[in-house]
């Protein structure tokens, strides 16, 4: 029953995605900020601020959302160890050219005395894996039309890349470029989210289910992406001096009001974000006379900007 009830939203999805290409042939597709010119304020949410992370570097700040949904129990244990003040003064210690950039304790990857390694405080060591999920009808979801390499669906999901195995009944959030994973050993329980690491690179989706995705940047990948890349192997830094400190990581609900990060992200259950990734698809200007018809799970971006309605704050 599930496979069929996939396979009929697949041919519908389809179909419509199909129709507005054929109608509109030759006519120029709207820009996307033309889109979200349009877009209502109720396509548009408020990150809840229990899922915000907010790090600060010296070069500036960057955004996380978590997400529960897909990996609660990693989610949950990030944020005893944010509100244990663990991430304050670490750094980041791994750039890797075209794949991550993580950040945690470096005494853990270096070699150094074992007893210099910052404990967890409350948070826990060992985290059950959390590589996929069963899937949910519940959750919203608006698929993309055009396959995948890696996974016999693909689409979004609260904002976030989501692929899907009818077959198998599980989900998981895909290794996408500004996705957040948990940095593990080889036992699959290690990743605790005391390491974690941000794409920066071409999507690695062959990390897909073996790692504990947990969130996306939403603001600052260029703090991440632009750094000098480590000249170690896998990109660590060989010297303190590389490496780029973590000034602090808060939870938005635990900053006072006036200071918790004031964004919205366009919903992508939302028509304008159906229509965007249509104009992804079958881009038509003066620059693009031959639009590809079709895109990949990993070159849509989802839009966010700066707090400008009382948004719904319904993912």
């Keep these: 029953m599930l496979r069929c009830r996939h396979l009929v939203a697949a041919l519908v999805l389809t179909s419509l995605f199909a129709l507005p ?5 030759g006519k120029p597709t709207p820009t996307s900020q033309e889109l979200l010119t349009k877009s209502s304020a109720a396509e548009w949410r408020q990150p809840d601020p229990n899922n915000l992370l907010v790090m600060q570097l010296s070069s500036g700040r960057v955004l996380i959302e978590l997400a529960p949904d897909f990996a609660p129990l990693h989610a949950a244990n990030i944020r005893t160890l944010v509100r244990e003040h663990y991430f304050d ?10 794949f991550v950039t993580q950040w945690g304790d470096p005494a853990g990857n270096d070699g150094s005395d074992p007893a210099r390694i ?10 059950a894996p959390e590589f996929t999920r069963p899937i949910d009808l519940k959750l919203p979801w608006t698929a993309l039309p055009d396959g995948d390499v890696y996974a016999p669906e693909v689409g979004f999901s609260k904002g976030f890349p989501v692929a899907r195995d009818p077959a198998s009944g599980q989900e998981w959030l895909t290794h996408c470029y500004g996705m957040v994973g948990v940095g593990r050993d080889n036992g699959p329980e290690t990743g605790s989210g005391s390491e974690l690491y941000a ?10 289910r073996n790692l504990a995705v947990v969130g996306r940047v939403l603001e600052g990948m260029p703090l991440l992406s632009g750094l000098p890349r480590g000249p170690a192997p896998m990109g660590f830094y060989t010297h303190p001096a590389q490496r780029t400190a973590i000034q602090s990581v808060r939870l938005a ?4 009001a006036a200071q918790r990060p004031s964004i919205e992200v366009l919903r992508t259950d939302s028509a304008t974000f159906t229509a965007l990734i249509e104009a992804k698809r079958n881009r038509r200007d003066a620059f693009y006379t031959t639009p590809a018809g079709k895109v990949d799970l990993c070159g ?16």
């Design 253 to 256: 609900a635990d900053l006072p």
């Design 89 to 98: 003064g670490l750094a980041i210690e791994r750039v890797q050219d075209n």
């Design 118 to 127: 910052r404990p967890l405080g409350k948070a826990s060591s060992t985290v």
């Design 21 to 25: 290409a054929l109608a509109d042939q």
């Design 199 to 208: 794409v920066i690179g071409q999507a690695p989706r062959r990390l897909d």
């Design 300 to 315: 849509i971006d989802v839009p966010m900007r700066a707090a400008q309605t009382a948004a719904s704050t319904k993912p």
